[in-house]
C-alpha cells in the first residue's frame, strides 16, 4: 500500500474549519483514500472515504486532488470533542477485504 | 449496530502468564481484524479473518499468540507465556460489505504485564 505524509501536529480554533492536508504521491488507481481519528483511550473511529471524487458525510469533508496525490480532511467547524490523532491511510482493494496500515497521524489541537 | 466490543478492557497479568481477550464484531460483518497498539504508536495489524478462516497474519504474530473465530461470529485472541514487550492495547475491529468498505474498531484491551 501507498506510504503517506502528514504533518506531525497542527492547532486550530474552536469553530473555525480544521483542514487536514496529507500526501499520497505513489497512490495506485485501485487504492482508496481513508480517513480515521483516535482520542485518547479510545479506538479509531472511521470518518470518512473515497477513491477520487470528492466525498462528504455528516463528519467531514474530503477533498482528493484531481492526480489523487494528495488529499484535505476537512472538519467544517471543529469543537473541542474534535481533538486527536487522525490517521490518513490509502488501502488497496481487495475482494475479501485488506488491513490498514497506519502512520504517525497529525495531532489535531482544538483550542478555545 | 451496536459496535465492536471487545472484553476485558484492561488486563493485568504477571509476566509469564495466558491471557485470551474476546472480540465480538458488529453483527453480519464477515471479515474481522486484531491489531495491536503501543503508547505513541498507530495501530499495526496483527492477523485478520474471512468469516472463520484466517486469511493472513503478520509476523508480529509469534508462534505464543493465537487467534480464532470457530463460527464466523465471535474471535479470540490468546497470548501464551506473556512477555513484558506484549504489554500494548489490543484492538479488534471488523467490516461488512465490499472490499473498500470501512473497518469499524472496538475500543481495545488493554494489556499490562507486571
Redesign the interface.
Known amino acids: 500500500d501507498a506510504k503517506t505524509t502528514q504533518p506531525p501536529s497542527m492547532d486550530c480554533a474552536e469553530g473555525r474549519a480544521a483542514n487536514l492536508p496529507c500526501n499520497h504521491s505513489t497512490i495506485s488507481g485501485n487504492e ?1 483514500v ?1 480517513w ?1 481519528r483516535q482520542i485518547h ?6 470518518i470518512i ?1 473515497g ?1 477520487k471524487n470528492n466525498e462528504t458525510n455528516e463528519m467531514a469533508s474530503l477533498i482528493i486532488t484531481e492526480d489523487r496525490k494528495s488529499s484535505t480532511l476537512i472538519l467544517p467547524h471543529a469543537t473541542l470533542r474534535d481533538t486527536a ?1 487522525y ?1 490518513c491511510i490509502v488501502r488497496a ?13 497529525t495531532i489535531l489541537r482544538v483550542k478555545s | 449496530d451496536t459496535g465492536v466490543s471487545q472484553d476485558p478492557r484492561h488486563k493485568i497479568t504477571k509476566r509469564g502468564q495466558n491471557v485470551t481477550f474476546r472480540c465480538d464484531p458488529i453483527s453480519e460483518h464477515n471479515r474481522l481484524y486484531w491489531y495491536r497498539q503501543t503508547l505513541g504508536q498507530g495501530p499495526e495489524f496483527l492477523t485478520y479473518f474471512q468469516n472463520e478462516a484466517q486469511l493472513e497474519k503478520s509476523r508480529l504474530l509469534s508462534d505464543r499468540f493465537s487467534a480464532e473465530r470457530p463460527k464466523g461470529s465471535f474471535s479470540t485472541l490468546e497470548i501464551q507465556r506473556t512477555e513484558q514487550g506484549d504489554s500494548a492495547m489490543y484492538l479488534c475491529a471488523s467490516g461488512g460489505g465490499g472490499g473498500n468498505q470501512p473497518q469499524h474498531f472496538g475500543d481495545g484491551t488493554r494489556l499490562s504485564i507486571l
Open positions: 482508496y481513508y480515521y483511550s479510545q479506538g479509531p473511529q472511521y472515504h477513491l490523532v490517521y482493494y481487495m475482494e475479501y477485504g485488506n488491513k490498514l496500515v497506519f502512520g504517525a497521524g
